[in-house]
């Protein structure tokens, strides 16, 4: 035995393979060490020879790419394998890490071997993607490599990958666009009425020493009904206060009781109906006895200050304002919103697209499902929804398209307009849920908006936001006042109609 | 006793060791028919790699005994056959591959 010489050459001999090979018993391979490949991350991957690309673009954003990896790198590619793999793995008869190579080949060469191909194709989309600028957007379709596991050392690997890449949009001239905002005032009638809507909520019921009760007076009354000469449940009540006018009685009831005086009793006949919640009583007819204790009447507060501090403003003054403010605020923020949808949905007719069909689909899709999502929270009923189909099949193909092309446009805008999103951005978003100074609802929710699922979705919200207010700023704005708004919208159902007709014919 | 090639050499034994043999004496080991002695065996090699033309300059041979195999404890016990280990040294520059 030469054990001294130790000092092991790792080269195999060169020659063919005899008939009889067979190698010493077999047991497993220490599988569990197998995991090679996941300590191969190759952020940076060495080419040897760099990987030839022959891209050609077909329509509909179609890509289709020749991939040549030259066989330099295969072989160094394999080297690397087989070196890692020798170090995680056990052959029976050699200590860890010191099986030759030539019994690694013949144990493992098919794993090696996917391994490379797999750490190849990877890098090389990696390289394609990076020196290319491409934006796939569908899952890439390989082909040349089917059931391929045995890579030849001495030759390239030639494979053809095919995709879809992100449509473009040409952008419409966003100076070109023009959107309508109806003229707003705030109306001093609306005022008015907001204001007396909170008198009203003000006002207190005060007992009316004299005069009749009137609609909107609150009687304090006892009453008996009988059924044939016989009380009923339910059927009386003491000093029950009841508005007159709220209608919770019935209208024989009401009409005894208006007119009359403070201690007077009067008497009704109710005819119960047939489907009565109770039916003891339910299509017979009662006698009620009324008499009214007390009539109170509401008396509303004073427009003054002191009203106007009631309702937290120091006079009747300021109080008008604050309203006026409040209100031509939230009109303010309507029209915003409307011009927005506005400029997206002139902006997505003017600007051109060319938009992958995967995509498309992908989006119609996801329309139909949120459509069918709103009908069952409506429950409508499993008929319903198969006679609505082609319908929804329709909406869904508008809204779809329309979805992802307004997607286009807040990509095309936030490039073209060098929006980002900060940090500020997010907080500004959060706290517009909360109200107040509500720390532990901030933290949530900035927690939640933050959060992996939520962030992307987020991310897009806020860029969409941001995006249409440059837009709509950019654009042209035309007043119209009440008149020309009317007439523009009459216009628009013509315009409507007369296409209706068209389709039909 | 005649006994044909394949039933003399059993199969090649690949381990560390015999792969430093190998390398450095041009010996070879392979597990042998423990019946069969060193001249039948180096005429079986020489047989088996006909096509390969090469000489068998030396075989040397031991006995192994088989490992005891125990199962379900103590109750049940056996061993594994006893074999023949031959180690076989070529002619200088011959080689055989069996990986």
């Known amino acids: 035995m030469t054990e001294k010489d130790n000092d092991a050459v790792e080269t195999p001999e060169q020659e063919s393979a005899p008939e009889v090979s067979e190698i010493e018993e077999t047991t497993d391979l220490d599988t569990a060490d197998l995991s090679v490949d996941a300590e191969m991350g190759d952020d940076e991957f060495e080419w040897k020879e760099p990987p030839v690309f022959e891209i050609e673009h077909k329509e509909d954003c179609l890509c289709e790419i020749k991939v040549t990896i030259p066989a330099a790198n295969i072989v160094s590619t394999l080297d690397i394998i087989y070196k890692e793999m020798n170090d995680g793995v056990q052959v029976p008869g050699f200590r860890r890490g010191k099986a030759p190579r030539k019994l690694l080949e013949k144990r493992l060469g098919k794993y090696a071997h996917s391994t490379a191909i797999e750490q190849l194709t990877d890098a090389a989309a990696k390289k394609l993607m990076r020196d290319h600028e491409l934006r796939p957007v569908s899952e890439a379709e390989v082909t040349g490599l089917e059931d391929k596991d045995q890579l030849d050392d001495k030759e390239d690997l030639v494979y053809t990958v095919s995709f879809e890449v992100a449509g473009t949009c040409e952008l419409a001239d966003l100076s070109t666009i023009e959107l309508e905002r109806p003229e707003y005032e705030v109306d001093e009638e609306a005022v008015e009425a907001q204001i007396n809507n909170m008198r009203t909520r003000f006002g207190r019921y005060e007992p009316l020493e004299e005069g009749v009760a009137e609609d909107g007076d609150q009687l304090v009354i006892d009453f008996k009904g009988t059924v044939d000469g016989e009380e009923f449940e339910g059927g009386s009540a003491e000093a029950y206060p009841y508005i007159l006018g709220s209608k919770r009685f019935y209208a024989s009831m009401e009409e005894a009781m208006l007119g009359k005086k403070a201690g007077d009793q009067v008497t009704a006949e109710v005819t119960f109906e047939e489907d009565y919640m109770s039916a003891e009583v339910a299509g017979k007819t009662a006698q009620f006895e009324i008499s009214i204790n007390e009539i109170k009447r509401r008396v509303l507060p004073e427009l003054d200050d002191e009203f106007a501090k009631k309702a937290g403003h120091e006079s009747m003054e300021i109080m008008r304002e604050t309203v006026k403010k409040r209100m031509s605020e939230t009109a303010d923020d309507q029209l915003d919103q409307m011009l927005e949808e506005q400029a997206m949905g002139k902006l997505v007719e003017a600007s051109s697209f060319t938009l992958p069909k995967g995509q498309i689909q992908q989006f119609v899709e996801m329309e139909r499902n949120s459509i069918y999502g709103r009908m069952l929270e409506q429950n409508v009923s499993a008929e319903e929804m198969e006679r609505e189909a082609d319908n929804v099949d329709e909406a869904a193909q508008k809204q779809g398209l329309f979805n992802l092309k307004a997607m286009y446009v807040v990509d095309a805008l936030s490039e073209q307009e060098k929006i980002e999103i900060t940090e500020e951005d997010f907080e500004d978003y959060t706290r517009q849920f909360i109200q107040g100074e509500d720390t532990q609802m901030l933290e949530a929710y900035r927690a939640y908006f933050k959060s992996d699922e939520m962030r992307s979705t987020t991310a897009h919200r806020i860029l969409y936001n941001k995006a249409m207010k440059t837009a709509v700023a950019k654009c042209q704005i035309k007043i119209l006042s009440e008149e020309e708004m009317k007439k523009a919208e009459e216009d628009a159902k013509e315009k409507e109609a007369v296409e209706e007709e068209k389709e039909d014919a | ?99």
């Open chain 2, 1 to 99: 006793m005649t006994l044909e090639y394949h039933k003399i050499i059993d199969r090649p034994i690949v381990t560390e060791e015999s792969q430093i043999l190998r390398e450095n004496g041009n010996h070879y080991v392979f597990r042998v028919n423990p019946a069969a002695n060193k001249k039948q065996i180096g005429e079986a090699i020489e047989e088996m790699y006909r096509k390969e033309d090469i000489r068998v300059v030396a075989v040397r041979t031991m006995n192994c005994r088989g490992k005891s195999r125990r199962q379900f404890g103590t109750r049940l016990s056996g061993r594994r056959a006893h074999w023949k280990k031959a180690i076989v040294t070529l002619r200088d520059g011959d080689t055989i591959e069996f990986i």
